[in-house]
């Protein structure tokens, strides 16, 4: 009778293939309508969305900046909403600004105009090098003074400044600027074509004087509204106090056939 012989089976020493690396989620800022929709694409705070096929900047995904003032590349301050979004997903960069396109977007919170001016100030400040003074006058260059009476002027396309000291005063002369103003007495303006300002302290001032520009301020501060024409000609003005005369708390106010309109 033949006997099998019987061998001790070898040990299997093959590892599991590599797992493709997931890319850390990204923290960028994103602009929309005023409906809150992109390119027609309507989008809901606190939800998550997936795109499904080629993620590719400028073509396909959804796309957000790292840089919150690249967002006024696409939408102006003065007629559009923002949001601080998660990215996650397949990730592809854009070689001209901080735009990246992306599989997955969850919108995190709605953003104002100081909230966004905040973080642009935070973005910079994370990746330079503080100096004494607060001016930035390069292309979306951020400044802040937060000591009380400081003073911060962003002069750049698309600067940012913010004033959060009592009495603090913060200018931004630039196209599509925004200033913030969140102290007491503080004072906002923005001179710059579709620039924003906005003064959240009581008694604070807010001045759009630019084309298109908007102002908004808290209960009790004064507005400043400088109406241009395609021309940059002056054709009227207005000034007001915040919640008299319809006009209400912590909303954006444009001039239009001399009067404000909300927006």
Same mark, same amino acid.
């Given at each position: 009778?033949?006997?099998?012989?019987?061998?001790?089976p070898?040990?299997?020493?093959?590892?599991?293939?590599?797992?493709?690396?997931?890319?850390?989620?990204?923290?960028?800022?994103?602009?929309?309508?005023k409906?809150?929709?992109?390119?027609?694409?309507?989008?809901?705070?606190?939800?998550?969305?997936?795109?499904?096929?080629?993620?590719?900047?400028?073509?396909?995904?959804?796309?957000?900046?790292?840089?919150?003032?690249?967002?006024?590349?696409?939408?102006?301050?003065?007629?559009?909403?923002?949001?601080?979004?998660?990215?996650?997903?397949?990730?592809?960069?854009?070689?001209?600004?901080?735009?990246?396109?992306?599989?997955?977007? #969850?919108?995190?919170?709605?953003?104002?105009?100081?909230?966004?001016?905040?973080?642009?100030?935070?973005?910079?400040?994370?990746?330079?090098?503080?100096?004494?003074?607060?001016s930035?006058?390069?292309?979306?260059?951020?400044?802040?003074a937060?000591?009380?009476?400081?003073?911060?002027?962003?002069?750049g396309?698309?600067?940012?400044?913010?004033?959060?000291?009592?009495?603090?005063?913060?200018?931004?002369?630039?196209?599509?600027?925004?200033?913030?103003? #969140?102290?007491?007495?503080?004072?906002?303006?923005? #001179?710059?074509?579709?620039?924003?300002a906005?003064?959240?302290?009581?008694?604070?001032a807010?001045?759009?004087?630019?084309?298109q520009?908007?102002?908004?301020?808290?209960?009790?501060?004064?507005?400043?509204?400088?109406?241009?024409?395609?021309?940059?000609?002056?054709?009227?003005?207005?000034?007001?106090?915040?919640?008299?005369d319809?006009?209400?708390?912590?909303?954006?106010?444009t001039?239009?056939d001399?009067?404000?309109v909300?927006l």
């Amino acid at each position: 009778m033949a006997v099998k012989s019987r061998t001790k089976p070898k040990a299997d020493k093959s590892e599991p293939a590599p797992q493709p690396e997931t890319a850390p989620a990204i923290v960028a800022f994103k602009g929309f309508d005023k409906d809150l929709r992109c390119r027609g694409f309507q989008f809901e705070v606190g939800k998550t969305y997936a795109h499904t096929g080629e993620v590719k900047a400028c073509e396909s995904g959804f796309h957000a900046c790292e840089h919150p003032l690249n967002v006024f590349d696409y939408y102006a301050p003065a007629f559009s909403r923002f949001a601080e979004v998660e990215l996650s997903g397949d990730l592809s960069r854009h070689d001209g600004d901080t735009k990246i396109a992306a599989g997955q977007i #969850t919108i995190k919170a709605e953003l104002r105009i100081p909230d966004l001016v905040a973080r642009a100030i935070k973005w910079v400040m994370d990746r330079t090098h503080s100096e004494e003074g607060a001016s930035a006058t390069g292309y979306q260059g951020a400044a802040s003074a937060t000591g009380p009476q400081g003073a911060a002027s962003a002069t750049g396309d698309q600067g940012a400044a913010s004033a959060t000291g009592s009495q603090g005063a913060a200018s931004a002369t630039g196209y599509q600027g925004a200033a913030s103003a #969140t102290g007491y007495q503080g004072a906002a303006s923005a #001179t710059g074509s579709q620039g924003a300002a906005s003064a959240t302290g009581p008694r604070g001032a807010a001045s759009a004087t630019g084309y298109q520009g908007r102002a908004s301020g808290a209960d009790g501060c004064a507005l400043f509204l400088v109406e241009r024409d395609d021309d940059w000609k002056i054709v009227a003005v207005w000034a007001g106090v915040v919640g008299r005369d319809g006009i209400k708390p912590d909303t954006f106010y444009t001039l239009r056939d001399g009067n404000p309109v909300e927006l």
